[in-house]
Each structure stands twice: as structure tokens, then as C-alpha cells.
């Protein structure tokens, strides 16, 4: 038989031991960039990957049906937040040949590999505002 030598301690706090919350509506007031529901989006899109954007370190996408909704083109900086609440900065680059698009660099790559994105994945891009969005919320979709 073991005996135990200090009884087992059990405290009930009482968060009035602690004074009242000085913030007391400071969740409901910031937006959580981790908080993928695409009800949210005003914006959403969904990609297929190909085996350039999983190998290549870009992320090449057409500038006419997605990205002119979300931002011009003369942006040259983009943050993408995955599912996790992690933020990625990627650099974005236009071109118009041989058709209007535009490629993500930066982390993308390290995203990727973080993810484990594959080719053939969907992936979800969505905003919760149209023009000059700074950052895009990214979701893979099973």
C-alpha cells in the first residue's frame, strides 16, 4: 500500500480574486486572421496545383478572373495566412505575356513545403474585402 505524504491540494479560483477584465469585448472586436470560413469572404477562389506550383517555388496565376478583383497590379507584396494562422509574405510579380498573370514568390515555396501541399490540391483563396487587399487567407480543401 502506498501512502501518499502530501494530500492532494485543490483550489477553487474565483476570477473576482482578480478584478474585472479591462477589456472585457476584445475578442469579439479583433478579427482572427486564423478563421477560414469562406461565409466570411466577400471574395473566394479555388485553385488546382500543378506540379510548377509545388516544385517551382511560384505560384502562377491569371491576373483577369481572380486577382484583378482582389488588388491591382502594381502591388508588389502579398500576405498569404494558411489554416494554422501563420502568415507568409510573397512577392508578386505581373506579366503579360504570353497571357495577362501574375506569379507569387517569396515564402510560397516554404509554404508549400510547410502545408505539404501536393499537385492536385485545392487550394482556397479568399478575401474578406475586394480591391486593395493586402493579404489573402489560404485554405486547402479536402
Not at 477562389?45 to 511560384?58: A, E, P, Q
Not at 487550394?123 to 493586402?134: E, K, V, Y
Request: hydrophobic residues 35%.
Amino acid at each position: 500500500m502506498v501512502k501518499h505524504l502530501y494530500p492532494s491540494l485543490r483550489f477553487t479560483l474565483s476570477r473576482s480574486l482578480f478584478g474585472t477584465d479591462k477589456n472585457p469585448n476584445w475578442a469579439m472586436s479583433i478579427p482572427l486572421p486564423y478563421i477560414h470560413n469562406a461565409d466570411r469572404f466577400t471574395y473566394n477562389f479555388m485553385i488546382i496545383l500543378t506540379n510548377s506550383d509545388v516544385t517551382s517555388g511560384y505560384l502562377t496565376m491569371s491576373y483577369g478572373k481572380f486577382a484583378s478583383q482582389l488588388f491591382s497590379n502594381h502591388v508588389r507584396c502579398m500576405k498569404f495566412v494558411d489554416e494554422k494562422g501563420l502568415e507568409w509574405i510573397c512577392g508578386v510579380q505581373s506579366d503579360k505575356r504570353p497571357y495577362n498573370h501574375v506569379k507569387f514568390g517569396g515564402k510560397w515555396g516554404s509554404m508549400v513545403r510547410a502545408r505539404n501541399y501536393t499537385q492536385g490540391d485545392h487550394i482556397m483563396f479568399g478575401s474578406p474585402f475586394l480591391g486593395n487587399a493586402t493579404e489573402l487567407f489560404v485554405k486547402k480543401i479536402c
